[in-house]
Protein backbone atom coordinates (compact mmCIF):
# COMPACT_ATOMS: atom_id res chain seq x y z
CA UNK A 1 0.00 0.00 0.00
CA UNK A 2 2.84 2.52 0.24
CA UNK A 3 4.25 2.25 -3.09
CA UNK A 4 0.50 2.42 -3.86
CA UNK A 5 0.98 6.02 -2.28
CA UNK A 6 3.83 7.14 -3.57
CA UNK A 7 2.91 6.32 -7.07
CA UNK A 8 0.09 8.63 -6.45
CA UNK A 9 2.40 11.63 -5.19
CA UNK A 10 4.94 11.01 -7.72
CA UNK A 11 2.03 11.30 -10.20
CA UNK A 12 0.88 15.19 -8.24
CA UNK A 13 4.46 16.16 -8.21
CA UNK A 14 4.72 15.41 -12.20
CA UNK A 15 0.95 17.14 -12.73
CA UNK A 16 2.27 20.24 -10.78
CA UNK A 17 5.33 20.63 -12.74
CA UNK A 18 3.47 20.15 -16.06
CA UNK A 19 0.82 22.85 -14.97
CA UNK A 20 3.82 25.09 -13.91
CA UNK A 21 5.88 24.43 -17.25
CA UNK A 22 2.45 24.68 -19.26
CA UNK A 23 1.81 28.40 -17.25
CA UNK A 24 -1.94 26.59 -15.89
CA UNK A 25 -1.24 27.42 -12.35
CA UNK A 26 -3.55 30.74 -12.43
CA UNK A 27 -6.57 28.30 -13.33
CA UNK A 28 -8.99 28.02 -11.04
CA UNK A 29 -9.79 23.70 -10.18
CA UNK A 30 -12.95 24.10 -12.15
CA UNK A 31 -11.09 25.79 -15.41
CA UNK A 32 -8.32 22.80 -14.80
CA UNK A 33 -11.05 19.92 -14.68
CA UNK A 34 -12.68 21.49 -17.84
CA UNK A 35 -9.19 22.10 -19.68
CA UNK A 36 -8.19 18.17 -18.69
CA UNK A 37 -11.85 17.23 -19.97
CA UNK A 38 -11.13 18.93 -23.36
CA UNK A 39 -7.68 17.18 -23.65
CA UNK A 40 -9.15 14.27 -22.90
CA UNK A 41 -12.13 14.41 -25.15
CA UNK A 42 -9.53 16.08 -27.67
CA UNK A 43 -7.77 12.25 -28.51
CA UNK A 44 -10.79 10.88 -29.16
CA UNK A 45 -11.89 13.68 -31.50
CA UNK A 46 -9.28 15.72 -33.43
CA UNK A 47 -12.12 17.84 -35.15
CA UNK A 48 -13.20 19.18 -31.56
CA UNK A 49 -15.75 18.06 -29.29
CA UNK A 50 -19.11 19.50 -28.60
CA UNK A 51 -19.89 21.56 -25.61
CA UNK A 52 -22.59 18.55 -24.26
CA UNK A 53 -19.85 16.39 -24.83
CA UNK A 54 -17.43 18.44 -22.23
CA UNK A 55 -20.66 18.97 -19.67
CA UNK A 56 -21.30 15.20 -19.76
CA UNK A 57 -17.83 14.16 -19.32
CA UNK A 58 -16.60 16.68 -16.71
CA UNK A 59 -19.37 16.35 -14.78
CA UNK A 60 -20.14 19.94 -13.89
CA UNK A 61 -23.08 22.40 -14.58
CA UNK A 62 -23.69 23.82 -18.09
CA UNK A 63 -23.76 27.02 -17.32
CA UNK A 64 -20.24 26.46 -15.19
CA UNK A 65 -18.62 24.93 -18.48
CA UNK A 66 -20.08 27.98 -20.67
CA UNK A 67 -18.55 30.64 -18.19
CA UNK A 68 -15.21 28.45 -18.25
CA UNK A 69 -14.40 28.03 -21.46
CA UNK A 70 -15.33 31.81 -22.29
CA UNK A 71 -12.19 32.22 -20.00
CA UNK A 72 -10.67 29.79 -21.75
CA UNK A 73 -11.32 31.40 -24.73
CA UNK A 74 -10.25 34.50 -24.35
CA UNK A 75 -7.68 33.57 -22.45
CA UNK A 76 -6.04 31.52 -25.84
CA UNK A 77 -5.89 28.09 -24.30
CA UNK A 78 -8.98 26.88 -26.73
CA UNK A 79 -10.73 27.81 -29.71
CA UNK A 80 -14.78 27.80 -30.08
CA UNK A 81 -16.12 27.33 -33.73
CA UNK A 82 -19.79 26.46 -34.23
CA UNK A 83 -20.41 22.83 -35.25
CA UNK A 84 -21.23 22.04 -39.35
CA UNK A 85 -23.71 19.46 -38.49
CA UNK A 86 -25.68 21.72 -36.08
CA UNK A 87 -25.95 25.23 -35.82
CA UNK A 88 -26.80 25.11 -32.11
CA UNK A 89 -23.80 23.64 -31.34
CA UNK A 90 -19.95 25.11 -30.93
CA UNK A 91 -16.59 22.87 -31.08
CA UNK A 92 -14.10 23.24 -28.71
CA UNK A 93 -10.47 22.97 -30.08
CA UNK A 94 -7.37 23.02 -28.25
CA UNK A 95 -5.39 25.94 -29.81
CA UNK A 96 -2.27 25.12 -30.88
Known amino acids: MREFYKNINDALAMLDGLEK ?3 L ?17 SECNKFGS ?8 S ?18 IIKLHQSEEDARESLVILNN
Do not use: A, C, Q, W
Not at 59 to 76: A, D, I, N, P
Open 21 to 23: DLN
Open 25 to 41: RHLTPNELKVFYTIIVR
Open 50 to 57: NISDIVEN
Open 59 to 76: GMSRSTVYKTLKKLSLEG
